[in-house]
């Protein structure tokens, strides 16, 4: 008897865990789709040997519980991955965006010299505005030229104006991103903090046990990663420690265990977190993408935009009012591409096709028409290197190289992305052939310990009911 009771609770055990695994598998299928969720296996194990009259004799199976399977390296490597990926998707994004501001077509071939569409935007305007001139110059008392002349004038100052506006847009949108990200950022913060200390109550008994928590604690850390690099290490309660770095390389704690240190915050191109407040130092990251893309690339085309402003309006004002006494033809004041414009003194009736001379001189305008062609050199004084067009040509050039240098890094890191995950789910990844394998494996194991169960629970009824009755 002795026998079959323990053949019938090793049974019962085998019956417990196999229902666990069947449990387990389904948990699995039904996330097959969830790109947060770690694939999961129950483990077993033997109960161990006992020693009877009949010999040594197994106490049976038993489901030691549910394991993770997750890849410390890999998961760091995909918050890694994602981190550089999304600094160079707000590169892209915010540099596309300038290129739409800018109205024209960019190219990155700066040997040509024609970066810009010469039929478009602010390098359009340009050939306007000394063609302009040149036909004035060639009929200097023509009213029809006169006011194609101010026509022009008027487009070169509102391209220029345009154009800077759009490009100020960009960087306060990018602005807003910076600080729309670190508000993200720190509510992530707020939940792996929490996370944390529900998984160190959770698996107080049973580390490891919390596999649904440390999901979305995982989920957390690797948005929190495409916001600013971050480094993970888990505890010996099970609760993740989250660091950045400051300018030194030195750690700066965001959390521990249950507590956020201090909140993450931006002010100008500076990003601060960490109790003490310490400036971090990112490399990469969804927030300074958006930082340094305002600071750097977008900032760049302003500042040249606002040197050939400047260079046009001194150079145009030094040949259209020699002596200092006439008046100007652009406002003296606006030497910047927010504020350059038209002299309100100037009219068709006044435009001067020469300073003073008698009817019919046309020197002040074939010297400004002069003044496209005309080489500046920044070693001399002037504010720009080369002609007005040729300096934004480079300009713009240069800017195309960036872009074309950014889409490059983007689709390299978008690759690097997909492979450190996909390497990930083949570790963690739940395979739906694989689970239903494993479904029909567990189901019919289950089956083969209920008929084993059903036979030995028989024998028990036998001996008990038939074989122990005592007849006259």
């Given at each position: ?100 501001g800018l109205g ?314 997909t492979l450190v ?6 570790v963690s990844g ?43």
């Open positions: 008897m002795s026998g079959l009771y323990a053949t019938l609770n090793a049974t019962v055990s085998a019956l417990n865990a196999e229902s666990l695994q069947i449990n387990t598998t389904g948990k699995n299928l039904a996330n097959v789709n969830n790109a947060n969720y770690a694939r999961e296996v129950t483990t077993v194990g033997s109960m161990g040997t006992v020693q009877t009259p009949q010999g040594p004799v197994s106490t049976g199976l038993v489901a030691t519980g549910v394991q993770q399977l997750r890849s410390a390296l890999l998961d760091s490597q995909v918050r890694s991955a994602g981190s550089a990926a999304a600094y160079f998707n707000t590169l892209q994004s915010a540099y596309q965006q300038a290129q739409a024209q077509t960019v190219s990155s071939s700066s040997a040509t010299g024609t970066a810009a569409s010469s039929n478009t935007g602010l390098n359009a305007a340009l050939g306007n505005f000394f063609n302009a001139f040149q036909s004035f110059a060639a009929n200097p008392t023509d009213t029809g030229q006169r006011q194609a002349v101010l026509a022009s004038v008027t487009a070169l100052s509102s391209q220029l104006q345009g154009t800077d506006q759009n490009l100020a847009q960009v960087q306060s949108g990018l602005a807003t991103q910076a600080s729309s990200d670190v508000t993200s950022a720190n509510s992530l913060l707020s939940n792996i903090a929490s996370l944390n200390g529900q998984i160190v109550q959770f698996e107080s008994n049973n580390p490891g046990s919390a596999v649904d928590l440390r999901d979305q604690r995982e989920a957390d850390l690797e948005q929190l990663a495409g916001k600013l690099p971050i480094t993970v290490t888990e505890g010996a309660t099970g609760a993740d420690q989250v660091t950045a770095t400051d300018a030194s390389g030195n750690p700066v704690v965001l959390v521990n265990k249950a507590a956020v240190t201090g909140p993450i915050t931006v002010s100008g191109t500076q990003v601060s977190a960490g109790n003490p407040a310490t400036v971090l130092s990112l490399a990469s990251g969804s927030i300074q993408g958006a930082i340094d893309a305002g600071a750097q690339g977008i900032q760049t085309l302003r500042d040249n935009l606002n040197q050939l402003a400047g260079q046009l309006v001194t150079s145009v004002n030094s040949v259209y009012n020699p002596t200092g006494t006439t008046g100007n033809l652009f406002t003296a004041a606006g030497t910047t591409a927010a504020t350059i414009g038209l002299d309100p003194t100037v009219t068709a009736a006044n435009l001067k096709a020469s300073d003073g001379g008698a009817a019919g001189d046309n020197t002040v305008a074939l010297g400004v028409a002069n003044l496209a062609s005309q080489q500046f050199s920044v070693a001399g004084g002037a504010q720009i290197d080369g002609t007005f067009s040729g300096f934004y040509n480079a300009s713009v050039s240069g800017f195309g190289q960036t872009l074309a240098t950014v889409n490059n890094q983007a689709a390299n890191e978008a690759n690097i992305q995950t996909t390497q990930r789910s083949s739940v395979s739906l052939d694989e689970e239903m394998a494993n479904l029909l494996m567990y189901q019919r194991s289950y089956q083969a310990s209920s008929q084993v169960f059903q036979a030995v629970d028989s024998l028990v009824d036998t001996v008990i009911n038939s074989l122990g009755t005592i007849t006259a």
